[in-house]
T-cell receptor, first 116, second 113 residues
Framework: DAGVIQSPRHEVTEMGQEVTLRCKLI?????LFWYRQTMMRGLELLIY????????DSGMPEDRFSAKMPNASFSTLKIQPSEPRDSAVYFC??????????????FGEGSRLTVL | QQQVKQSPQSLIVQKGGISIINCAYE??????FPWYQQFPGKGPALLIA?????SEKKEGRFTISFNKSAKQFSLHIMDSQPGDSATYFC????????????FGTGTSLTVIP
């Protein structure tokens, strides 16, 4: 299995531009999480989906951030307009089922975003 | 607010020494406590995990010690090796919030040869 695949791996953009990060889940997984990692705050959960349905988006910083899951294997995280404080590494992660307390979370390799 | 508090932020250990990372929590509904290991440029990966019905779990050189009454758990790395140099995250989850993981802020471990 290829694992969780994220793209792009690196993105450098200017303030005000739209940024779209993409994630392909592991086949058979039905739970998808988006995290943001910074030195100051560590791993922050932004949003998670179960069976393509957003369950908790309370971690999304503000309306500039949106996430979708158009099908069972793919998700996007969009930032519009982007700001320098959005610079971070964004991870998506998936697991087999949301209602298993011990379900292992599989992370992608992350998308490093730099907003100038 | 941070649901899981992790310390220290960084740790330097000599090869062969013991590395200890501590985590504390308040929510007594947490019932699963994994540790994730992250190498530079990679995503975190599950290292070891424990449920609160046991006080210790060991896998090779890695041990989780769990103190339910104190609401604390820790990761011990015995005979630390340079290859263990990574960032370690503790986490906790509860069915009450969909089993989402609440991560600590991470500990950067450096093992000096």
């Amino acid at each position: 299995d290829a694992g969780v695949i994220q793209s792009p791996r690196h993105e450098v953009t200017e303030m005000g531009q739209e940024v779209t990060l993409r994630c392909k889940l592991i086949s058979g997984h039905n739970s998808l999480f988006w995290y943001r990692q910074t030195m100051m705050r560590g791993l922050e959960l932004l949003i998670y989906f179960n069976n393509n349905v957003p369950i908790d988006d309370s971690g999304m910083p503000e309306d500039r951030f949106s996430a979708k899951m158009p099908n069972a294997s793919f998700s996007t995280l969009k930032i519009q307009p982007s700001e320098p404080r959005d610079s971070a590494v964004y991870f998506c992660a998936s697991r087999t089922t949301w209602d298993s307390p011990t379900g292992e979370l599989f992370f992608g390799e992350g998308s490093r975003l730099t907003v100038l | 607010q941070q649901q899981v508090k992790q310390s220290p932020q960084s740790l330097i250990v000599q090869k062969g020494g013991i590395s200890i990372i501590n985590c504390a929590y308040e929510n007594t509904a947490f019932d699963y406590f994994p540790w994730y290991q992250q190498f530079p440029g990679k995503g975190p990966a599950l290292l070891i995990a424990i449920r609160p019905d046991v006080s210790e779990k060991k896998e090779g050189r890695f041990t989780i010690s769990f103190n339910k009454s104190a609401k604390q758990f820790s990761l011990h790395i015995m005979d630390s090796q340079p290859g263990d140099s990574a960032t370690y995250f503790c986490a906790a989850s509860t069915p009450n919030t969909g089993n989402q993981f609440y991560f600590g802020t991470g500990t950067s471990l450096t093992v000096i040869p």
